[in-house]
């Protein structure tokens, strides 16, 4: 049987829910987390309930489906959406929980520790407390209150990232309060489209940035089989290229595909989709592929049946499974 690391997996813990459902509760709750909010925290008791599970329940659940381990990672919105003093208190309160939880079962259990981006002056210091945890890399939840990663106040997280060597999941939420109201009608602003217009575009805001020329060792990790990103990158490059020439955007030192193949990785994460796997291995390389099934959001069974029955060599299939999770997170081989 091949080892099956699944790295998108959501936990919470009582205060941060607690929080949550306060946030909703009030009249500066932004648009989109009411909407997302009342549906997946207020209206789900059951779904909350596997969140807060991250103990043996849940290691009874990966046994039934066949999964070796799941890396942990604060569900979104995290702590975005909480006022940046408190924001900063609770991520630390969710790494600490998470790495008792790594302690008790460290064959079974990874970790991607939370930070409070709108607190800056607490960022590198967050990233160190998460490396001497053992935690295996750090999540954010895209935007911040309509703030993206590329704006100089967030260097230090880069500058941090870099040094401690821990990747970083750019995880998805629905789109930021500039850009969400055409999402609105339809439930366009949810994981259906609005997710992976945020996140895709979070992506591509770091890209054209020059980011990765100020920290080429960064990496990246991004859901959803890439958010897009992997089918335009022909035309993201095609079409920057004229932008140069008209003097429309700045000239980087490589195609922006170049540093979306070498800085970024992607995962499987709610997408059960064969023709979609394989541009994605055509596009980026098995080494860029890893497994995730966005457990408890997106069924993970399923996911799990996808993987087994997937058309792939084994030496992709032993990639996806596991050896990338092992290499880019740091996990123990097993």
Known sequence: MTRCIVVEEAFAIPEIVDEWKRVLKSDQCEAGFRLMGRAMITGSDALVGRLLDFGQGRIDHMDRIGVDMQVLSLAAPGVQVFEAQLAAKLSRDANIALAAALRRFPTRFGGLGAVAPHAPASLANEVEHIRSL???????NSHT????????????????????????YLHPREPSPGMIAPFLDYGLYFAGWGFAAETGLHSMRLIMSGLFER????KIVIGHMGEAIPFWLQRIDNRYLLQVKTGAVKKLQRLPSEYFKDNFYITTS?????????LALDVLGAERVLFAADYPYEDDAEAKAFLD??????????????????????????
């Open 145 to 168: 209150f309509g703030e993206y990663l590329d704006l100089p106040k967030f260097e230090p997280l880069w500058e941090a990232l870099q040094a401690s060597r821990l990747p970083l």
């Open 215 to 218: 920290y080429p060792r960064l």
């Open 309 to 334: 029955g997937a058309l792939l060599s084994d030496h992709e299939r032993q990639l996806i499974s596991h050896r990338n999770a092992e290499r880019v997170f740091g996990l123990p081989a097993g």
């Open 270 to 278: 709610g997408v059960t989709s064969m023709p979609a796997l394989r």
């Open 134 to 140: 053992g935690l295996h890399g750090v999540i954010v």
